[in-house]
């Protein structure tokens, strides 16, 4: 499983075909979100899994890093080889740096 930062994510420019999956619970995406994420709590982004592989990248973000650790594990485990953890650091991040989001 390939593991980036929330800096290295930040720093990248995403196509039309890459999806940021925010697998926070609903209440802590609506508080704040990377622009553009999509949301789907962690124990549920096995009901997703047919859809996410329509994308060339997923990157799998949460607050710290834990539960997209798991998200990602469980996408790669229903066949999924376009999963990306961002794993180091996450919206906690995102939002002490000031970044944009919705």
Not at 16 to 35: N, P, Q, T, Y
Not at 74 to 95: F, I
Request: glycine share 12%; hydrophobic share 35%.
């Amino acid at each position: 499983m390939e593991i980036i930062s929330i800096d290295e994510l930040h720093d990248k420019t995403l196509g039309s075909d890459e999806l940021v999956l925010d697998v926070r619970s609903a209440d802590e995406f609506e508080s704040g979100h990377i622009k553009g994420a999509r949301n789907q709590p962690h124990e549920e982004v096995s009901d997703i899994a047919g859809e996410l592989k329509q994308y060339k990248t997923v990157y799998v973000h949460c607050k710290m890093g834990g539960r997209a650790k798991m998200a990602s594990e469980t996408l790669e485990g229903a066949g999924l080889s376009n999963v990306v953890c961002v794993g180091d650091g996450g919206m906690q991040r995102w939002m002490d740096m000031g970044w944009d989001s919705e």
